[in-house]
Each structure stands twice: as structure tokens, then as C-alpha cells.
């Protein structure tokens, strides 16, 4: 009997060891996608699940696995098996609701396994689980460009993990920042992985101990005056704990070659809302030995402004402030050029700011745009712009510039050279030019240093264009039906019936004279082509028909009639269409007789 039992002993250890050894019994699994992520239970003690994927033969893959109990009490167990059945734990966290796994090569060809269990085959709870490639991802993952934020809907944000790629060019190789503001309960944690070999460079991340958020507002997760090279990168945004999904702001900026910052100047004080969880970044340049940056936070729930000033030469951090409790900050530093980066502490409430670049001895050159500065409305031909500027060297020119966008761009110059003692401009506004959200930029050059110091309208103004009133032609046909209209810019309407006198349809004839694709109500050289438009000097004239191309001269005056207008003429008065000037002066040529030298009015040449 002692030899039956025996025997009995062994076939029952044979049986359970083929049900619980991995590598004898091909245990059913459900393939997993990369990317993208699967939430499942471990429903009953000891139950385990796998996942399988695949790696085609020839390729490595970097990846990252991650496995997140989102309730229940099982301590998760994550781990991978290889094609030939070696095995990589994952590892966790102090809090117990998480593992993961990085590895960088995965080269064998075939199928891996992901198992899912509970660490000690005990407990039971929901999970989710995702893997991805930290080199190529796959499942399109969220591109970032510099300079932008990224925002993350809170309340329909429900993964536990979010993949996202970007890409520093050489022009923006060197220190950069990545910054992450909660906006609900997560605490964002960062992990940035080298997109061309996979492997993981850094993490970050801001854990509060339980009991929630900190007294202030939001928390935040910073990488910070990270050295990249030109190149891909990958980077996975998740809970610092674990446990919390939510929504969150997150951008990546360069620090030595900002992207899309606002430029500031000596003397200047700008505003602006800081909205939730945002940064606001401007920069600055010129060689000054003292200097000082005001922060002011002019309304809004809370106070705690933050500044914070990088060398753009180095990318290191020159230093910062931060209003505790305060509504307002100052920095005092030396510089030549720099990027500043405007926040509250925590980024928890939406405040109107302003900030001021100013001199240590109040001597930074000013300038302040008068008017037009928001609100107004222009109808007629022309409109005066004021402005004021002050200096103690004075200041060598002036020059105004035109936004139609709201203040994004200044690219058309109203006018240049001016005096630097000027404080006003009649422009003359040029014809078919309309915007509702018009700003002008005046800025000054300092005598000496040659620092611009510029100001632009505080809001939008309306230009509007006016279209000569003169009379319509009508046209009718022997029924008295109206037939034909022909409008102010000789663009045509022809009515067209049936039969029995119903109107048909409505035929609008355009006037292209040019035949450019532009009508020539809006077309700025309406007998010459030109589908770009292009207008250098901005005076409403096209190059294609301008006398003046590279000087503004709406009124394209041309005295001598050769062809150059007489802004740019240089001999306005006497015909000469080769413009020829052998001895270089600011006259055609010139001849001696027994008073001296005398202009020589000759025919056109």
C-alpha cells in the first residue's frame, strides 16, 4: 500500500506541475496592441492573465510595459517572458498599485508573453495594462511642438498613461525644459526616453503625501535644464502615485533658442491672463549692468506670482522670484540676453499680470503708443498716430509698423527713418485695407547703445475701407425686367428668366482685367498680373506696378513722368528712365560753367 500511495504521490505532483509550468502548457492568452491600453480583473486567488504580442524577425524593440491596479486589494505582479521562456519582473512602487517594466532589447523574433497576476496569488482587483515602444511609437502618439501647451481634458481624461513624441531640430539643440501643471487631483510624474534608442534619460515627478492637493492650487512636474541633441524623444506622462487620472497642461521650451516667445524691451511693460496652469515666456536682449523684472498680478483669486530668468547663452537659470503670499515679485540681475518665464507658484487660478523691464536706475529708453490704442475706428484716408518717448541719450530714428492679426505680427512697415524726436505720423491709409483687429508698434533706437525700446496699441482698432460711391449702370429688357447691373468696380450682375418671366438665377460677373485670379476691386496692380500680391513697401500698391517698389508712395507721383516715382527719383524733376549717376552724387549729372556747378536738364534718357 505504502508503494500505491507513493506512486499516487508522484502522478499528482507530475499533473500539477504540467497545469503550473509556464514553459509546458501553452496557456490561452489575448493579444495586446501596442499602445493602447486594456483594463481587465483578477477575479478570483491565484488566477493570472497573459497578454502576447509580437516581434518580427530583424527588429529590436525598446519598450515599456506598465501595470496599474485601479481598485480592489491585489498587489500586482507584472512579468515578460521571451519567445524561449526566460522571464523579466517588473518592478514597483512604495505604494503597491504599480509595476513596470523597461527594456531596450527585445531582438528575439516571436511571441512574448505579458503576464498579469497577484503577487502573492491571494487577492483580486481591477487592473489596467499598456505597453508601448519608447523607440517609434506606435498608436500615434500626441506630437509636441516647442513653445506649446498641451491640455489635457480633465474630465474626460481616463488613462492611467499618456505617450507623446517630439522633436528638437539642430536650432534648438541644447537645454530645454518640460514642464507639467495638474489642473484636477493627478500628480504628474515625466519620463523622457531617447526616441532613437529607447532608453529612458530622466524622470521627474512632484508626490504629495496623502491627504490630497497642497494648500495653494495646482502640482506640477518639471524637467529641467535637460541637455538634448538634435533628435526624436518620447514622453510618458502618468500619476506619480498611481492612483489619480485627470486633466493637466503640459509644453516643452527651449532655453537657449526660445520658441514663440514674446520679445520684451528696456522700458517696456506688457501685460497679459495667465490663465490655469500656464507659463507665459518672453525675452529680451541688449547689455544692461543692473536691471530689474517686476511681476504684478493686477486681479485674480490668488496671489504668488513666480519668475524665473535663463541665460539663453548656457540655459542655466540666472535666478528667480516668487511672491509669497505677495501680489507682486522683482528680480535684479545682470544681462545681455535672456528668456523669462512668467507662472503663479503653483499655476492654480486664471490673473491678469503685467510685467515691467526696467533699468535699476529707472534709465531705460520709452516708448508709449498713444493712439490709436484700442477700440478706436478709422473711416476716413488717413489717421494721425501718436505716441511718446523718452530717453536720456535720445533717440537716433523712429519706425511704426502695422498688425492686422491682433498683435501676432508687425510685417508691414508704415514708416521707417523718422526723427527721433517725432511723436506723431500722419498716415495715409491705403486704399482697400480693412481689419478688425488692427495694432500699431512703434519702436525707437537709442542714441549710443542702439537698444530698441517699442510699445504697440494695448488692443484692436477697426479700419474701415470706404468704396467710392458713383452710379450704377441698370439695364432692362423690353418687359422692363431688370437684366443687367453693372457695379462701382465694373463687375457685372445679369438676371436671367424663363419663359413665362420667373428669374432663373443670378449671374455675378467679376472683373479681372489682369486675368491673375484677383478681382480688381481688391487687386493691388489691376492691369498688371500678379496672383502674390506682393507689396514690399506696404503702401497698397503692388511691386508688379509700383514706381516706388521698396519706398511707400501711395500716391505713385511721378513729376518727370520716366517711370520712377519721385520718392525715389533721382533727378524728380528731369526725365531720365536709366537713372544714371556716374559721379555717384544725389544729381543725374552736372556740368561746369562760369558760375559754378549747375544740374543739367537734358532729354529724357
Not at 498599485?97 to 498579469?116: E, P
Not at 472683373?511 to 489691376?526: A, E, K, L, M, Q
Amino acid at each position: 500500500m505504502k508503494i500505491k500511495s507513493d506512486l499516487n504521490f508522484v502522478f499528482l505532483c507530475i499533473v500539477l506541475g504540467s497545469i503550473f509550468s509556464f514553459n509546458s502548457i501553452a496557456l490561452a492568452a489575448t493579444p495586446i496592441s501596442c499602445g493602447i491600453p486594456i483594463n481587465s480583473s483578477i477575479s478570483a486567488p491565484g488566477e493570472y492573465d497573459d497578454y502576447t504580442f509580437t516581434v518580427p524577425a530583424g527588429e529590436t524593440y525598446a519598450v515599456t510595459i506598465r501595470l496599474t491596479r485601479t481598485s480592489g486589494t491585489m498587489v500586482p505582479r507584472l512579468v515578460l517572458y521571451s519567445p524561449s521562456g526566460g522571464q523579466t519582473e517588473g518592478s514597483g512602487d512604495s505604494y503597491g498599485n504599480y509595476k513596470q517594466i523597461d527594456k531596450t532589447d527585445l531582438s528575439a523574433a516571436g511571441t512574448w508573453t505579458i503576464r498579469v497576476s497577484d503577487q502573492n496569488s491571494t487577492y483580486t482587483g481591477n487592473y489596467n495594462l499598456v505597453w508601448q515602444k519608447t523607440k517609434n511609437p506606435c498608436n500615434n502618439p500626441t506630437v509636441l511642438n516647442c513653445g506649446y501647451t498641451f491640455s489635457s481634458c480633465g474630465s474626460c481624461h481616463t488613462v492611467q498613461h499618456d505617450f507623446f513624441t517630439f522633436t528638437v531640430d539642430a536650432q534648438h539643440q541644447g537645454k530645454v525644459t518640460i514642464r507639467a501643471y495638474s489642473t484636477s487631483p493627478l500628480n504628474p510624474r515625466l519620463e523622457l526616453y531617447n526616441g532613437t534608442t529607447g532608453a529612458k534619460i530622466v524622470e521627474q515627478s512632484y508626490c504629495w503625501l496623502a491627504g490630497g492637493n497642497p494648500p495653494e492650487g495646482s502640482i506640477y512636474a518639471r524637467i529641467d535644464e535637460q541637455t538634448l541633441s538634435a533628435g526624436p524623444y518620447t514622453l510618458v506622462l502618468s500619476d506619480c502615485d498611481h492612483n489619480e487620472v485627470g486633466g493637466y497642461k503640459l509644453t516643452w521650451q527651449s532655453l537657449q533658442n526660445p520658441c514663440g516667445a514674446t520679445p520684451i524691451a528696456c522700458g517696456q511693460t506688457l501685460s497679459g491672463d495667465l490663465g490655469r496652469a500656464e507659463e507665459h515666456f518672453y525675452t529680451f536682449s541688449g547689455s544692461y549692468a543692473n536691471y530689474s523684472m517686476t511681476l504684478t498680478f493686477t486681479s485674480g483669486a490668488l496671489p504668488y506670482p513666480n519668475l524665473e530668468l535663463y541665460n539663453t547663452s548656457t540655459g542655466s537659470q540666472l535666478g528667480y522670484c516668487r511672491g509669497e503670499r505677495e501680489y507682486s515679485c522683482t528680480l535684479t540681475n545682470s544681462f545681455s540676453s535672456g528668456l523669462m518665464m512668467v507662472s503663479g507658484i503653483y499655476g492654480n487660478a486664471t490673473r491678469h499680470y503685467t510685467l515691467e523691464l526696467q533699468k535699476t536706475d529707472n534709465s531705460c529708453p520709452e516708448v508709449l503708443v498713444t493712439a490709436p490704442n484700442g477700440s478706436e475706428v478709422t473711416s476716413g484716408s488717413s489717421y494721425r498716430i501718436t505716441w511718446t518717448s523718452s530717453s536720456p541719450q535720445g533717440f537716433s530714428s523712429q519706425q511704426i509698423k502695422l498688425s492686422t492679426d491682433g498683435g501676432s505680427t508687425f510685417p508691414t512697415a508704415i514708416a521707417s527713418g523718422l526723427s527721433g524726436t517725432v511723436q506723431y505720423y500722419d498716415w495715409s491709409i491705403p486704399s482697400g485695407l480693412a481689419s478688425s483687429t488692427a495694432r500699431i508698434r512703434v519702436i525707437a533706437t537709442e542714441n549710443g547703445t542702439g537698444t530698441n525700446a517699442q510699445d504697440d496699441s494695448d488692443a484692436d482698432f477697426t479700419i474701415l475701407h470706404t468704396v467710392p460711391v458713383v452710379n450704377r449702370q441698370y439695364r432692362y429688357d423690353k418687359l422692363n425686367r431688370l437684366k443687367e447691373i453693372t457695379r462701382e468696380d465694373n463687375g457685372k450682375i445679369h438676371y436671367i428668366y424663363d419663359n413665362v418671366g420667373n428669374l432663373l438665377t443670378l449671374a455675378d460677373e467679376v472683373t479681372d482685367t489682369d486675368g491673375d485670379g484677383i478681382p480688381d476691386s481688391s487687386d493691388n496692380c489691376p492691369t498688371v498680373p500678379n496672383p502674390g500680391q506682393e507689396d514690399i513697401d506696404g503702401d497698397g500698391v503692388g511691386n508688379a506696378c509700383d514706381n516706388c517698389p521698396l519706398v511707400a508712395n501711395q500716391n505713385q507721383s511721378d513729376v518727370d513722368l520716366d517711370g520712377f516715382g519721385d520718392v525715389c527719383d533721382n533727378c524728380p524733376t528731369i526725365c531720365n528712365s536709366q537713372q544714371l549717376n556716374a559721379d555717384g552724387d544725389q544729381y543725374r549729372r552736372c556740368v561746369r560753367s562760369n558760375s559754378g556747378l549747375r544740374r543739367v536738364r537734358t532729354a529724357c534718357m
